[in-house]
């Protein structure tokens, strides 16, 4: 999937292809964040965000948080809102860094039509914000671009969830490349 993303380089092309040899983690993040937010804000960025920040250049030097800015009904939006939220996570979240948590301008339903034994991970219902499922994940691809696990980011309990899987699969790599350097 191609993609857009704006950053302090300015605008890019990428694909999954750039992210090889990474582990990624994607959201969607809508325009109505902080306040008003399909994922828990706080606990996204106090505790998942800080912990990537703070370890960046250690253990979790391969990682990326890669979000979707959508609106309040998880549809793309124009560069300008995207900017806007760019400048709200550096106002808002210590230490934002835009080569570590990527915004992207383009159709969610890129990245989240996925389907698995019947299940699918775009849901419309009135239960989900702003409608759609697909506000509420967080996604996990392994350094192949595999997909190791969805969750639903609504929670603190779920976004913890998300980072002790994380550093689980950041432990298999370092078994991986422990046992290649024997």
């Not at 309990?157 to 689980?168: F, N, P, Q, S, V």
Request: with cysteine; charged share 25%; glycine share 4%.
């Amino acid at each position: 999937f191609p993609v857009t993303i704006d950053n302090h380089k300015g605008k890019q092309q990428l694909s999954l292809k750039d992210y090889q040899d990474q582990v990624v983690l994607i959201t969607t993040l809508q325009t109505t964040c902080p306040h008003d937010c399909g994922l828990a804000f706080f606990p996204l960025t106090q505790n998942l965000y800080k912990d990537l920040r703070t370890n960046k250049r250690k253990k979790l030097k391969q990682v990326r948080m890669l979000s979707i800015v959508v609106d309040s009904l998880g549809n793309p939006v124009s560069e300008a809102q995207l900017l806007d939220i760019q400048d709200m996570l550096r106002t808002r979240v210590e230490g934002f860094d835009p080569e570590l948590w990527q915004l992207v301008a383009a159709d969610p339903k890129i990245f989240y039509n996925l389907s698995n034994n019947g299940q699918k991970l775009i849901v419309k219902d009135k239960k989900y914000f702003g409608g759609v499922s697909y506000n509420e994940l967080i996604m996990l691809l392994d350094k192949k671009n595999h997909l190791r696990m969805v969750l639903n980011g609504h929670t603190e309990g779920m976004i913890r969830k998300m980072k002790e899987h994380l550093a689980l699969l950041m432990k298999q790599y370092d078994k991986e490349r422990a046992q290649k350097e024997k």
